[in-house]
């Protein structure tokens, strides 16, 4: 879990670093892209079922993150990088709540008190930035709930599906929705490919 931290730190860098000059959601269009054929070569590589059984459930998942990643990408180029990233990681607090609706789990009292000093973390660390509560400030906290509706429903197929196929299906939905997005292209210069297969490299 620590080097998965990392390893989206040094994503969100390389996004936050490619988006000064390139489109956000073209981005996000390369990420998924080369994030699905990488996947795809490990999941035919390992016998898994490409398709699944829980499609519903796995659509719903890879739309949910495709809408979390679209609106982080778009943060990450707005927002301080620090603050875009920590707004982000906000998503296990969500995750907590609808974990007590549909997974009918019951956190304890501790994990409470933890969730409301979070977000009071989060509110005093938001009033405190220079530019308030500016729009992207929300945009950063909704990727941050569509993130966390991605968790909980990976928790309700975890023992039917492979990860593999769970990361199929994200990255195949959300190559189709950037490219329905893309409206301005950007040709990549090579700083700027090293930078994007940094964000695909990191991300995977």
């Given amino acids: 879990m620590s080097l998965s931290a990392v390893a ?8 936050k670093l490619v988006t000064e000059r390139l489109p956000s959601i073209e981005v996000v269009f390369f990420r998924s892209f080369f994030g699905m054929l990488i996947t795809l070569f490990f999941l035919i590589k390992s ?9 519903l459930k796995l659509i719903l998942r890879g739309v949910s993150g495709f809408l979390a990643l679209i609106l982080h990408f778009y943060t990450i180029s707005k927002l301080d990088l620090g603050l875009a990233v ?7 607090i969500f995750a907590v709540i609808l974990a007590v609706f549909f997974l009918k789990e019951k956190p304890g009292v501790l994990v409470w008190f933890m969730i409301f000093t979070a977000f009071g973390g989060v509110i005093l660390l938001n009033s405190s930035a220079r530019n308030g509560w500016q729009p992207e400030i929300w945009l950063a ?6 993130a966390a509706v991605a968790y909980v429903s990976i928790r309700t197929i975890r023992r039917r599906e492979s990860p593999l196929t769970i990361i199929f299906y994200f990255t195949l939905i959300a190559t189709a929705g950037s490219m329905f997005f893309l409206r301005h292209w950007v040709w990549p210069d090579l700083r700027e490919w090293v930078l994007i297969a940094g964000v695909v490299i990191f991300s995977f």
């Fill in 47 to 55: 016998g898994a079922s490409v398709w699944g059984q829980e499609r």
């Fill in 8 to 15: 989206f730190a040094l994503m969100a860098l390389c996004v």
């Fill in 141 to 146: 906290i909704l990727s941050s709930v569509f």
């Fill in 86 to 92: 920590m707004l982000n990681y906000t998503a296990p």
